[in-house]
Nanobody, 122 residues
Framework: QVQLVESGGGLVQTGGSLRLSCAVS??????MAWSRQAPGQERTFVAH????????LYATSVNGRFTISRDNLKNMIYLQMNDLKPEDTAVYYC?????????????????WGQGTQVTVSS
């Protein structure tokens, strides 16, 4: 069983920054991802990081603004979000992939946290 707990969301102005955190229970080397869901929209892929942290993948909409990282000693996953825009407003979820699969296919991730709200005001 894997438990994921996100934190760090909040209200920020356009152009601001936030850092989201995800505490992971259990093994430390899962492939991990962040996803987000805006009101009335489907959940979409944001970023992926491999178990070692050497490989990352980003959605086009956040590439160059967001950075995913991990600290396996602390069992933590992070998402540094810079230059935030109103369209980044969403609930952000941390997910763990325990089997093989595609890095940006959310259906391949077996566990998800409860999410943390990010609101960007214009």
């Amino acid at each position: 069983q894997v438990q994921l707990v996100e934190s760090g969301g909040g209200l920020v102005q356009t152009g601001g920054s936030l850092r989201l955190s995800c505490a992971v229970s259990g093994r430390t080397n899962y492939n991990m991802a962040w996803s987000r869901q805006a009101p009335g929209q489907e959940r979409t892929f944001v970023a992926h990081i491999s178990g070692s942290g050497r490989n990352t993948l980003y959605a086009t909409s956040v590439n160059g603004r967001f950075t995913i990282s991990r600290d396996n000693l602390k069992n933590m996953i992070y998402l540094q979000m810079n230059d935030l825009k109103p369209e980044d407003t969403a609930v952000y979820y941390c997910g763990a992939r325990v089997n093989s699969g595609s890095d940006n296919n959310l259906r391949d991730y077996s566990y998800w946290g409860q999410g943390t709200q990010v609101t960007v005001s214009s």
